[in-house]
């Protein structure tokens, strides 16, 4: 675990206003600033205390600490008299900012989408809203599950069949990070229960010995084979997870709790190969959810359609009352 290095040190009162230089020659009004591994986290000043990061690379520290020596956090950098905020208002804010927090220079997450992909588009970050799909199973479209009998042996059966050749969202980068909101449901189809499949033979919906918890489950994603007009999701070895024998169409994901516990990041133990996909969520050792979310990777492809952009920050202004 990074150790957190403080290196503005602590008043006997309250936070002050100070400046943390960065070496393009812009600074962040922040009340204080400490490293944590490769990042530099700070309160700022600017936005109502609200917890940001930036890459320490940026920072001018030497810049930064001579600023602080010649000021004395005397003034903030409007000459104004320093004036202390409420320590239960910096933590509110920073509760806050957890909720969307930030995931790349000026892009957080959404405060609406429960599951997003971070995607780079002609060298700029953007994340992708990832809908689950409607597939459908053997051509059955009741709730997009058929209840059947599966061969956990079997690499060739029949899961998910999706509709087209191709996924509505294509992503850029081959190792992206998808982000999974915590605290709710992130499967439902309409406010039904999401419904899975025995792969051990048994059928069933879930019930309530499996909860609504995205961190109980293990996720994994699946190449989709890619047929005329559709791709087919086939069943796999959930037993052969984890170990030494692994399948090349089948790719294991590390997760990750965001601070706060809001969301949840996954990211592919290895990188993509140009094709498509689905992201699966493995109940147990013997189910999993085929309700799933479908992407290709395709460095060539236009700008997926509902990407959000990075909002760079604006100057703030402080408004005489």
Same mark, same amino acid.
């Given at each position: 675990?990074?150790?957190?290095?403080?290196?503005?040190?602590?008043?006997?009162?309250?936070?002050?206003?100070?400046?943390?230089?960065?070496?393009?020659?812009?600074?962040?009004?922040?009340?204080?600033?400490?490293?944590?591994?490769?990042?530099?986290?700070?309160?700022?000043?600017?936005?109502?205390?609200?917890?940001?990061?930036?890459?320490?690379?940026?920072?001018?520290?030497?810049?930064?600490?001579?600023?602080?020596? +010649?000021?004395?956090?005397?003034?903030?950098?409007?000459?104004?008299?320093?004036?202390?905020? +409420?320590?239960?208002?910096?933590?509110?804010?920073?509760?806050?900012?957890?909720?969307?927090?930030?995931?790349?220079?000026?892009?957080?997450?959404?405060?609406?989408?429960?599951?997003?992909?971070?995607?780079?588009?002609?060298?700029?970050?953007?994340?992708?809203?990832?809908?689950?799909?409607?597939?459908?199973?053997?051509?059955?479209?009741?709730?997009?599950?058929?209840?059947?009998?599966?061969?956990?042996?079997?690499?060739?059966?029949?899961?998910?069949?999706?509709?087209?050749?191709?996924?509505?969202?294509?992503?850029?980068?081959?190792?992206?990070?998808?982000?999974?909101?915590?605290?709710?449901?992130?499967?439902?189809?309409?406010?039904?229960?999401?419904?899975?499949?025995?792969?051990?033979?048994?059928?069933?919906?879930? +019930?309530?010995?499996?909860?609504?918890?995205?961190?109980?489950?293990?996720?994994?994603?699946?190449?989709?084979?890619?047929?005329?007009?559709?791709?087919?999701?086939?069943?796999?070895?959930?037993?052969?997870?984890?170990?030494?024998?692994? +399948?090349?169409?089948?790719?294991?994901?590390?997760?990750?709790?965001?601070?706060?516990?809001?969301?949840?990041?996954?990211?592919?133990?290895?990188?993509?190969?140009?094709?498509?996909?689905?992201?699966?969520?493995?109940?147990?050792?013997?189910?999993?959810?085929?309700?799933?979310?479908?992407?290709?990777?395709?460095?060539?492809?236009?700008?997926?359609?509902?990407?959000?952009?990075?909002?760079?920050?604006?100057?703030?202004?402080?408004?005489?009352?």
């Amino acid at each position: 675990m990074a150790q957190q290095k403080p290196l503005v040190p602590a008043d006997d009162s309250a936070p002050h206003r100070t400046r943390l230089i960065l070496k393009d020659g812009t600074y962040q009004l922040v009340m204080s600033y400490r490293i944590v591994g490769d990042r530099v986290r700070y309160v700022s000043a600017e936005r109502g205390g609200s917890e940001e990061e930036i890459p320490s690379a940026l920072v001018d520290f030497d810049a930064t600490k001579r600023w602080e020596r +010649d000021h004395a956090r005397s003034s903030d950098a409007e000459g104004q008299a320093a004036a202390p905020i +409420d320590p239960e208002l910096l933590k509110e804010e920073a509760d806050r900012a957890a909720l969307t927090p930030e995931v790349a220079p000026d892009l957080r997450l959404p405060d609406l989408d429960n599951m997003v992909v971070l995607d780079t588009y002609r060298d700029q970050p953007q994340l992708v809203p990832l809908p689950q799909s409607e597939g459908e199973l053997n051509h059955n479209t009741a709730h997009n599950i058929v209840k059947a009998m599966i061969n956990p042996l079997s690499s060739s059966h029949q899961l998910v069949q999706l509709k087209g050749e191709k996924s509505m969202v294509q992503l850029h980068v081959d190792q992206p990070a998808i982000y999974i909101r915590i605290g709710q449901p992130v499967a439902g189809f309409d406010g039904s229960r999401p419904m899975t499949v025995d792969t051990h033979g048994a059928s069933a919906e879930m +019930d309530e010995k499996h909860p609504l918890d995205p961190t109980a489950s293990r996720y994994v994603i699946v190449r989709a084979d890619v047929r005329t007009g559709a791709r087919v999701v086939a069943s796999f070895k959930i037993s052969a997870l984890g170990t030494a024998s692994r +399948d090349e169409d089948v790719i294991e994901t590390t997760r990750e709790m965001l601070p706060g516990g809001h969301w949840m990041k996954l990211t592919p133990k290895q990188s993509l190969l140009f094709g498509e996909y689905a992201l699966m969520e493995v109940l147990s050792d013997r189910e999993v959810n085929l309700g799933v979310w479908d992407f290709g990777v395709h460095p060539t492809a236009g700008q997926n359609r509902d990407a959000i952009l990075p909002q760079p920050k604006r100057p703030f202004a402080l408004n005489p009352r």
